[in-house]
Each structure stands twice: as C-alpha cells, then as structure tokens.
C-alpha cells in the first residue's frame, strides 16, 4: 500500500477510484482498496465495459447508502487488513484480536458499519465486524442486551417466562449483572 | 357524509389496532378520543385528520418496531450469522431477547458445543442426565439451518434410551452434513449398560463426504465401520475411536492423505501402527500406550517412512522398556515430545538422553510419572 509516487499506468494498482457517499463527500480511494468492496467492485466493471472511451478512474462511484463517516473508518479498515488476517492460533493471539475488534467504537458505530458493509458486499470487513459485535453481546445478560441496543421485549409475561423456562440450561451458571 | 368517512378511517384504525400489543392499543384509542374531538370542532379541515391519522400509523408502526432498535438497521440474515458467531449458550440466550431474535438462533450453521463437562460439573451427573436429553434433542429439533459444522456433546450411559438417542444424533447431523463430530459418552459407576457400539450397517445409510474431524470417546467402533470412516471420508483430519476388534484386516485402500492426527485405541495389540499409519503420509501427531508404544520402538526401522513428518508424540511406556532401547528412530521433525512414564522407582532420568539425540529440533519435552 506504499506506493503513493505517480505511476504513468492508469491501470495500475496506484489508480485511483472516487466514491460518493450520501452526505455528498467525495472519497478519493486506490484501486486495490475500492475492489474490495464488491458492489463497487461490479459497478466499477460494469462501467468499464459501458464506456470502452475508458475514462474509469474519472468515474465517480455513487453510493446512496453509505454515510461519510462510515466510509472513512470501513476504508481505514481496509488498509489494515493484511496484518489483521493473520489466523489466531493460540489464546494469546484471540486477545489480541479481540482488543483490536473493540477499537471499533460503540455497538451503535458496529451496526452502521456492518450494514455499510454488507450493502458494499465486503466480505472480510463484514465477518470481523459481525465478530465484534457478536464479542459485545456475548456473556452479556438478555436485559442488559435489551436496554444497550434498545430492543423492546416484545413477549407476554408468561412466554417470556416459558421461553427462559425451556433454555434454562443456557442461563445456568450465569452471573445476573 | 363527512362523519361517515371518519367513521370508516376510525374502523380502519380499529382493525389495524386489534393486531397489535396491549401498549399501542391504549395509545390509539387515546388519540383515537382526541381525533373526534377535533372532528366535531372542525367538522371540514379534511387535511388535520388525515395528517393525525398518518401519525398514528407511523407511531403505531413505530410501536410495533420499537424505535430505538439498533438491529433494526440490519436484516435477518446478518444477525443470524452474528450469532453464529457466538458459543452455544450465548446463541440461545439471545431467543429470549423479543419476537424477532426468538428463532433466529435456530438458522445458524455454526458450532453447536454442548460445553458438557462444566455443565456436569455444575449440575452433577444425575441431575444432568435428566436435563441433558431435552436440551440436545430440544436444540437439533428446532434447528433450521440447512447445515451445522460442529457439535460437541456428552451423553451418559445412564438410560436404556440413550442408544437410540445417539443414532438419532447421527443420523440427524449426517443429514445435515457435520463437519466436525465429538461424542463423549460417560459410565456412570454403579451402572452395567454397555458401551454405545457403531457399526458399518448403520453409517452406510449415510454419506460421510463432508467430515473433518470424528473423536468418540467411551464409544466403541467396530473394525468395519472404522473401515467405512476411513475409505469414505475423503477430507477426515482428525480421527479418534476406541476400537472394539483386533483391527487384524484393516488395511484401508489408499493413502490417507488428509489424515493429520489419529488415535485409535484398542484391547488387541495388534500391529495397528504399522498397518493403519504406514498409509498416513502427513501426520503431524500420534500417541502410543502400552504394548503400541513398544511395537513402535521395536519396529524402529521401519518407522521413519511413515512418521517422518511427526511433529508431536506421546508415550506411555514402563521405565523398564525405555531403558531396553539403547537407540531410538530419530524423528527430523519432531517438535514436542510427552513421555507419560510408568515407574516403580526411578532413581535418574539419565536413559533419557538416547531420546534428545533422536530428536535434532525437539522444543519441548514433558515427562510424566505415574506409579
């Protein structure tokens, strides 16, 4: 990702693609960074194909779905992904990711960011993101769950006490707070 | 003609009402008391009415979708597979978190680890033999997903039932196309039931294609069915039985080449290193006990053909054997060494050294002993 220098190849991994977001903002974004995200992707080719004139790194990308602010920390995400790929062998290596997981801000910044990635269909960010809220939820206890991220507890009394009823044994052992 | 038209927006309201909760009820029916307030103090402003009836649709859709749901932003299919992310336990907890999240556990392929011995620990055996049956059978009944990767349970060999609930297991996660498969089956002390037997006629109803990983402990297999696991699971890594026959015949047809860790104990001592492993090229790790461990060593010429890519190995060996061998195979590869002693009394560790030289890059070396 070092080679910033001017390359005279357009086509190059240096060549720089412009996505809009839906506040307007234009991102200026390389290449290699922008194919990652697999709508762009086959909006990217699809307009190479339309438009043989190849005016493909002029093209600006729109996307409707995706606010500014989300864009700009999936991107950063992007750029770090070699090292974050690694596979955790041991235990030591799962805490270390998970740490790097919780530095992407409160559940409420996850949502956006995983349904950002799911619209631009960018796999890896979507499966680390899903992890890192998955990590929130887990070992949390269901009121606690239901007061952070807002969900009504939409069951009558008495299923909500048959359904705790029948996975009673999910609940064993777990601290109440 | 213009009460009438109210009136039917009000039944319209009424009928929308009806399908919803308690809370939101109440809620219509006190703007609903507003609305004709306001009909009979401006019987003509058409576009005030319509506008509050818009609003208490959408704050009734709002009540309905509780507005400050973060997971609303995001479809089913995206939670299903955050909580395929997470263990068992966790996954459940979460159908009780409202209407939306009840089932949506049930779609997950993911791991489904029935973390059995901490459970056993917490609940002790007879109260967890009681609980257990409901609980996987609870689980794999509701389960939708149109595949699972894992299961990890326990079983006690406590009822009659409990052979037909393994075979109801299987039979169900081979359908499903497991990935990775471990049964544990406990014997409870005073208790006589035989251990659960898996043989060929039963797995050959089913295809094994998609197996990495089989370990049944407290479950016997017979020479067949190992047979049948061992030439029908084309991408099986990781194997470990007990086996019931002497595995004399068990000579599986080609190379076993994704085969990375084995353990196949039996009660016959035949030449199953040699048989069996001389057909695992990439082994990576290997145990031997008892009379195993001293074939192996007897046979130590041979050896390096077939265990040169060994990495890890453990022994159970008398403090006697180990002293017979003045030299061992030596095993380029070898990175971890446990050797599990049994010993009367041993005054020196010093016949361990023929080991270190057999052993050019060996990183770790744990001794045991028991007696």
């Given amino acids: 990702m070092s080679n910033t220098s001017e390359n005279p190849n357009p086509s190059s991994s240096s060549a720089k693609i412009t996505l809009k977001t839906s506040d307007n903002e234009l991102f200026e974004v390389e290449e290699a960074v922008a194919m990652k995200f697999c709508t762009v992707k086959q909006y990217f080719e699809d307009e190479k194909d339309n438009d043989v004139a190849a005016r493909g790194s002029s093209t600006v990308i729109p996307l409707p779905n995706v606010h500014s602010a989300v864009l700009a920390r999936l991107i950063s995400y992007c750029k770090k992904l070699p090292q974050s790929n690694a596979v955790a062998d041991n235990h030591e290596e799962e805490e270390t990711k998970k740490k790097e997981r919780k530095q992407y801000g409160t559940p409420g910044d996850l949502v956006d960011l995983i349904s950002a990635a799911n619209y631009l269909d960018f796999k890896e960010g979507l499966e680390f993101f899903n992890q890192a809220l998955a990590d929130h939820i887990q070992n949390k206890s269901v009121e606690y769950v239901r007061k952070f991220f807002g969900i009504k507890g939409d069951f009558e009394p008495h299923e909500e006490e048959k359904y705790r009823e029948e996975y009673a044994w999910a609940f064993e052992g777990v601290d109440e707070d | ?371």
Avoid at chain 2, 110 to 139: Q, T
């Fill in chain 2, 1 to 371: 003609m213009k009460k009438s038209y109210f009136q039917f927006q009000a039944q319209q309201t009424q009928e929308f009402a009806r399908h919803r909760e308690a809370e939101a009820e109440k809620e219509t029916t006190r703007v609903r008391g507003r609305l004709f307030e306001r009909v009979t103090l401006h019987p003509l402003d058409y576009a005030a009415v319509a506008m509050s009836l818009l609003n208490l649709k959408n704050r009734c859709d709002k009540t309905n979708n509780f507005p400050d749901d973060q997971f609303s932003k995001l479809p089913d299919e995206i939670l299903v597979s955050i909580v395929s992310l997470m263990p068992l336990k966790e996954a459940s907890q979460t159908s009780i978190l409202s209407h939306r999240w009840r089932y949506l556990r049930t779609f997950t392929n993911g791991s489904l680890d029935f973390d059995c011995s901490a459970l056993l620990n917490l609940l002790g055996i007879e109260k967890y033999c009681e609980k257990r049956k409901g609980w996987v059978n609870g689980v794999l009944r509701l389960h939708q997903g149109s595949t699972i990767d894992e299961l990890r349970a326990c079983s006690v060999v406590s009822d009659k039932n409990f052979t037909l609930d393994i075979e109801n297991w299987l039979s169900f996660l081979l359908r499903k196309k497991v990935k990775r498969f471990a049964l544990e089956c406990k014997g409870l002390r005073n208790c006589d039931y035989q251990q659960y037997t898996l043989t060929d006629q039963f797995l050959c109803n089913y295809g094994l294609d998609s197996l990495t990983v089989l370990c049944l402990t407290y479950v016997q297999v017979t020479e067949k069915a190992l047979l049948y696991v061992l030439s029908n699971c084309p991408f099986l890594e990781v194997l470990s039985v007990e086996c019931l026959d002497s595995l004399q015949n068990l000579k599986p047809s080609g190379p076993l080449v994704g085969l990375r860790n084995v353990a196949i104990s039996t009660s016959y001592y035949a030449h199953v290193a040699r048989i069996l492993l001389g057909n695992v090229p990439n082994l990576v790790e290997a145990s031997y006990a008892g009379l195993y461990a001293f074939f192996l060593l007897r046979e130590r010429d041979q050896m390096p053909s077939y265990l040169s890519l060994l990495e890890t190995l453990s022994l159970v060996l008398t403090w006697q054997r180990i002293s017979q061998f003045s030299r061992f195979p030596i095993l380029r590869n070898l990175r971890h060494l446990n050797l599990t002693l049994l010993v009367m009394d041993v005054k020196s560790l010093l016949g361990c050294t023929s080991l270190l030289v057999a052993f050019p890059i060996l990183h770790r070396f744990v001794v045991d002993l028991m007696g």
